[in-house]
């Protein structure tokens, strides 16, 4: 009978080893950990104006306001300055259509139209932009011939936007830098910013101040400039010029600047 006790125990004690040895293998736990990013986006929005950030009138239209607001704690636009805020510029631009339907209709020579491009960064990252403002090229070059065009020095004065080779009031300029499709040929003003323009901002300078038709142009150049393919002619005898302004936006991260990213830019172009 004792033996029996003996066997009967040691079974139990077996069956106990058993079981705590096979809890033992089996206590286990999972964690895991799900990463949610948001995509980002490059977005911006070219906005034209009658409006001059400090109210130049040297378009010679005297029907656009002086500026009443003073600047303060912008960074290429000096504190005291009289100037309009981004809400005013961006205000007149949703009627400027209007204006340029209006002011830009039978245009003759010595009359000009305020015209005044800023970029507004709609996108949810930084971005380098640029704006660039072509103009047919003809027999004297755009920016000094037929077109009458000025452009906005302090753009580049101010260190927003880089100058070109002519000097720090200069944009920069390269004459038949741009083909359209008909064949004609423009003459290309660029501003790049140096800086990246963060989301929700907008450029601090225009960088034109108006375009329109030079004093001294006669019936004589309108003629050549029509043969030449710069003054488009329509069936109703309407002659049009075109000037176009463009702008380009690139994301920030990953570029050491403005010059490398849109070196990027015009690679995939």
């Given at each position: ?197 963060k989301p929700g901002a907008m450029t601090e300078w225009n960088v ?62």
């Amino acid at each position: 009978m004792k033996k029996k006790l003996t066997a009967i125990f040691l079974c139990v004690a077996l069956v106990a080893i058993a079981i705590v040895g096979a809890s033992l293998a089996y206590f286990t736990d999972t964690e895991s950990v799900t990463n949610t990013f948001t995509v980002g986006n490059v977005k911006i929005d070219l906005i034209e104006s009658r409006f001059h950030r400090e109210g130049n009138d040297n378009s010679g239209d005297t029907s656009i306001p002086d500026p009443t607001q003073t600047a303060s704690g912008m960074k290429y636009v000096t504190d005291g300055h009289k100037a309009f805020t981004d809400d005013e510029i961006k205000a007149d631009a949703e009627k400027y259509s209007e204006y340029i339907a209006e002011r830009g209709k039978n245009m003759v020579p010595g009359r000009n139209f305020a015209k005044c491009p800023y970029v507004v960064n709609t996108g949810s990252n930084d971005a380098y932009v640029r704006i660039r403002v072509m103009a047919p090229h003809d027999y004297e070059g755009s920016y000094r011939g037929f077109i009458s065009a000025m452009f906005c020095s302090s753009a580049t004065s101010s260190g927003e936007f880089q100058h070109g080779a002519n000097g720090v009031n200069w944009p920069v300029v390269k004459e038949n830098g741009y083909t359209d499709a008909d064949g004609l040929k423009y003459d290309v003003l660029t501003f790049t910013r140096i800086e990246p323009l963060k989301p929700g901002a907008m450029t601090e300078w225009n960088v034109i101040n108006y375009v329109g038709i030079g004093e001294n142009v006669t019936s004589a150049d309108i003629q050549t400039a029509v043969e030449k393919g710069f003054i488009k002619v329509s069936a109703d005898g309407t002659m049009t010029v075109n000037v176009l302004v463009q702008a380009d936006a690139i994301q920030a991260e990953g570029f050491a600047d403005a010059k490398a990213a849109f070196a990027a830019f015009d690679a995939q172009a």
